[in-house]
C-alpha cells in the first residue's frame, strides 16, 4: 500500500495514543489516517481517492470495491454469484433472507472488522453484522443495499492454560461451542437452541438454561475483544474500560462490533431434561406448577423449565422443558410435573448439546417468523388468563399456511437476577426485589408472505390485550427482552429511563459521531423501535 513496515507501526502507535488520551474519540479524528494505521492507503486504491471531493453517491460500490482491492476477491461477495445467493438465503427468517446487501464482506480477524467499520465511515456506506443471523425480521442482521459484515471466519474456541476462560469468536453458533468445550467436562452460559449465534444471543442478554445458579450469557462474560467505532479494539472487562463492559451486557449492537467473546466456564457434565407434552384436561396442573417454579426457584438451584402453548395440526398442546444440571432423572423438585401425565415424554440423560438440538428442532429455518414479548409479574391465575386470550384470538390467522402459533412462558427468577448483579451489574434494569417475573413470548411460523400483514396485526392486537389483562390487577412489568422483541417494540426504553441514559452517555464516549446508530441503523437502536411504532 505504499507504507514500510515502520511507518505502519508509528502510525498505530500515534492513532492510539491520541484515541486514548482524555476522551475516547478526539475532536480532530481523522478516518483516512485511521485507515492508514490499518494499512490501508485510499491514496492507493481506485475509486477512493477523491471520494472525499465528490458526490457520496455510489458510496457502497466504492466501499464494497476498495474492500476486494485490499482483502482478496474470496473476501467479498456479489449479487448475481451462487456464492452471494447462497448466504443470503442462509438466514433463520425468510424476511432477512428477502434483503439484498450491494456486497458481503467476510474478514478473517478484528484487524479486518475495524478496516471495515471504518471505511464505512469514510464512503458513508451503511452496514450490518451477521453472527447466526437468528432475528425475525428484515434488517436484524442484514441490509438493503449497504454491507453485511458477515462474522463466520471468526470462529475461534480457545482454552485459557487454566481452562477458567473460553475465547468464543462471534462467527459460532451453539452448535459450535457446546460440542466443542464439553469434550473438556466443562461448559459455558450460552443459549438453548444450537442453530442460534454466540454473538446477538449474548449482546442481548442470553437466557439459559443455567440461569438461576449463574445468570445470563452476558453476566458470564469475563471480557469482551471490541471493535470501536474509531477502530481501535479493545478488551473491555468489569476491570478495563468498565463502562463499556457493561453497555455490552444486553446493549446489543450499540457500542462496537464483538470479535471475541471470553466466556467464564464452569465444571458440567450429562445432565437430566427434556420435552414433555399435555392434552388440555390437564392445563390446570401445568399452570400450578409454572407458577410454584417461578416463585420457589430457590430451593433448587439445578432447575430449569419452560412452558408453551401451541395449536398444531389442529390439537391445543401445553409442552414444557425440563432442564436439570445433574445428570438425576426426576429430582424431587420436579415431582409436581411428573404427577401430570403427558402424551410425550422426552426427557433424558444427556448433554446441553444434544438437548439444545432437541429445542432447536422446533425452529426451522428459511420460513417467514414472527417473535414479540413483554414481561409481567407472576401471579397464579395470570397464565390461565393468557392462554385464555391466546386461543381466542388464534381463528384469526390459524388458516395461513404452514402456520405454527405458540405462547410461551419464561421466568425471570429472583436467584436470575441476582446474579445479574455481580461485576458492576448489566444494562438490563432488572432488580431481585422486583421479581419474579416472566418473559410472555410469541413465537409464529408460517410459510406464505401474503399473510405477513394480518399475523403482524394479530400479534399486535394479542399484546394490547395482555397489557390490558395484567393491568386489572396491577401485573405489568417495563421489561423486554431484546433477543425475543419484534421490531415494533422499543426495547431499551424498557430497561428504565436511568439505563437508557446511561448507554447513550456511554455511547457519545465510544461512538460520537453515532456510527453505530445511523451507519448501522438495523435492529434494536438506542432509541425507539426498529419499524418505529406498530401503524394505526
Not at 294 to 300: I, L, R, S
Request: a negative charge; aromatic letters at 12%; hydrophobic letters at 45%.
Amino acid at each position: 500500500m505504499g507504507i514500510t513496515k515502520l511507518m505502519f507501526a508509528a502510525s498505530i502507535s500515534a492513532f492510539a495514543a491520541g484515541v486514548l488520551g482524555s476522551t475516547f474519540e478526539p475532536v480532530d479524528f481523522n478516518v483516512t489516517e485511521a485507515l492508514l494505521a490499518n494499512g490501508l492507503d485510499v491514496t492507493a486504491i481506485p475509486g477512493l481517492a477523491g471520494l472525499a471531493e465528490r458526490s457520496s453517491s455510489g458510496a457502497c460500490s466504492t466501499a464494497c470495491a476498495a474492500l476486494r482491492f485490499t482483502f482478496g476477491n474470496g473476501t467479498v461477495l456479489s449479487e448475481g454469484s451462487a456464492a452471494y445467493d447462497n448466504f443470503t438465503g442462509d438466514y433463520w427468517a425468510a424476511q432477512q433472507a428477502a434483503v439484498d446487501p450491494f456486497c458481503v464482506f467476510k474478514p478473517s480477524n478484528a484487524k479486518q472488522v475495524s478496516t471495515v467499520v471504518l471505511l464505512s465511515r469514510f464512503t458513508q456506506c451503511p452496514f450490518a453484522v451477521k453472527g447466526g443471523g437468528h432475528a425475525a425480521f428484515a434488517g436484524g442482521s442484514s441490509i438493503e443495499g449497504g454491507i453485511t459484515i458477515a462474522l463466520e471466519k471468526l470462529n475461534e474456541r480457545s482454552l485459557s492454560s487454566d481452562k477458567k476462560i473460553a475465547s468464543v469468536g462471534p462467527g459460532n453458533r451453539w452448535a459450535d461451542v457446546y460440542p466443542w468445550i464439553e469434550q473438556y467436562g466443562l461448559e459455558v452460559i450460552g443459549g438453548r437452541i444450537s442453530s442460534v449465534g454466540v454473538s446477538g444471543l449474548t449482546l442481548g442478554g442470553g437466557i439459559s438454561h443455567y440461569a438461576n445458579a449463574y445468570g445470563w450469557a452476558c453476566d458470564n462474560i469475563d471480557s469482551f475483544e471490541v471493535v470501536t467505532a474509531s477502530g481501535i479494539i479493545v478488551n473491555a472487562s468489569a476491570a478495563k474500560y468498565s463502562d463499556l463492559y457493561w453497555a455490552l451486557r444486553g446493549g446489543g449492537n450499540n457500542f462496537g462490533i464483538v470479535t471475541k467473546f471470553n466466556m467464564r466456564t464452569f465444571v458440567q457434565g450429562e445432565m437430566w431434561g427434556g420435552q414433555r407434552a399435555h392434552t388440555e384436561d390437564q392445563w390446570d396442573k401445568v399452570y400450578a406448577a409454572y407458577y410454584n417454579y417461578a416463585v420457589n426457584a430457590e430451593k433448587d438451584l439445578k432447575q430449569a423449565q419452560i412452558v408453551s402453548f401451541a395449536l398444531q395440526a389442529g390439537m391445543k398442546i401445553a409442552a414444557e422443558d425440563l432442564e436439570y444440571s445433574d445428570p438425576t432423572p426426576w429430582p424431587p423438585v420436579f415431582d409436581e410435573w411428573k404427577a401430570i401425565p403427558a402424551i410425550i415424554d422426552q426427557t433424558a440423560i444427556a448433554n446441553m448439546s444434544t438437548l439444545a438440538n432437541q429445542l432447536g428442532a422446533g425452529a426451522p429455518d428459511g420460513v417467514q417468523e414472527t417473535y414479540w414479548d413483554r414481561t409481567f409479574k407472576v401471579d397464579k391465575d395470570i397464565f390461565k388468563a393468557f392462554i385464555d386470550i391466546f386461543f381466542d384470538m388464534l381463528p384469526a390467522i390459524q388458516d395461513a399456511a404452514g402456520i405454527l402459533p405458540v405462547l410461551s412462558f419464561q421466568a425471570i427468577t429472583v436467584p436470575a437476577m441476582q446474579h445479574m448483579q455481580q461485576n458492576g451489574g448489566n444494562a438490563l434494569g432488572l432488580d431481585p426485589n422486583d421479581g419474579p417475573i416472566f418473559i410472555c413470548n410469541l413465537a409464529i411460523l408460517w410459510t406464505d408472505v401474503a399473510d405477513n400483514s394480518r399475523i403482524m396485526s394479530f400479534s399486535n392486537s394479542l399484546y394490547e390485550r395482555l397489557v390490558e389483562e395484567a393491568a386489572k390487577k396491577d401485573l405489568n412489568s417495563d421489561f423486554i427482552y431484546m433477543n425475543y422483541a419484534s421490531p415494533y417494540q422499543d426495547v431499551v426504553a424498557s430497561y428504565g429511563a436511568a439505563n437508557k441514559q446511561e448507554l447513550k452517555s456511554i455511547s457519545g464516549v465510544y461512538d460520537p459521531t453515532g456510527v453505530f446508530q445511523k451507519l448501522q441503523p438495523g435492529y434494536f437502536k438506542l432509541e425507539g423501535a426498529p419499524y418505529g411504532a406498530f401503524p394505526a
